[in-house]
């Protein structure tokens, strides 16, 4: 089973970016879909965006769509979250998981897959 970090997480103002990295490890990297989601206290974990193994096809949550941008570096074992126009509503833990099926990533299911423990992004208003 791949082994995943993220990092990049940080506090950041409103209206700015970050870029999230996911490392992966101890896997065929290349024959995985990868995705991200986030957590923000007291609510459930939810989707943010995904991408297929071969960086082909990516989805979003439509909270983030033209807003975030999700790629991967198969020669680097890792994928990436470019997050623009930050929103205080963006603040929560973010996750990145990997799995052979791009449905299960996208359904964001934590006893699915494998995941990251996650990294804190905080946009401060």
């Known amino acids: 089973q791949v082994q995943l970090v993220e990092s990049g997480g940080g506090l950041v103002q409103a209206g700015g970016s970050l870029r999230l990295s996911c490392a992966a490890s101890g896997g065929y990297f290349s024959s995985y879909a990868m995705g991200w989601s986030r957590q923000a206290p007291g609510k459930e974990r939810e989707f943010v965006a995904a991408i297929s193994w071969s960086g082909g096809t990516t989805y979003y949550a439509d909270s983030v769509k033209g807003r975030f941008t999700i790629s991967r570096d198969n020669a680097k074992n890792t994928a990436y979250l470019e997050m623009n126009s930050l929103k205080p509503e963006d603040t929560a833990v973010y996750y990145c998981?990997?799995?052979?099926?791009?449905?299960?990533?996208?359904?964001?299911?934590?006893?699915?897959?494998?995941w990251g423990q996650g990294t804190q992004v905080t946009v401060s208003s």
């Open positions: 998981n990997a799995d052979s099926s791009s449905a299960t990533v996208r359904r964001g299911n934590p006893g699915s897959g494998s």
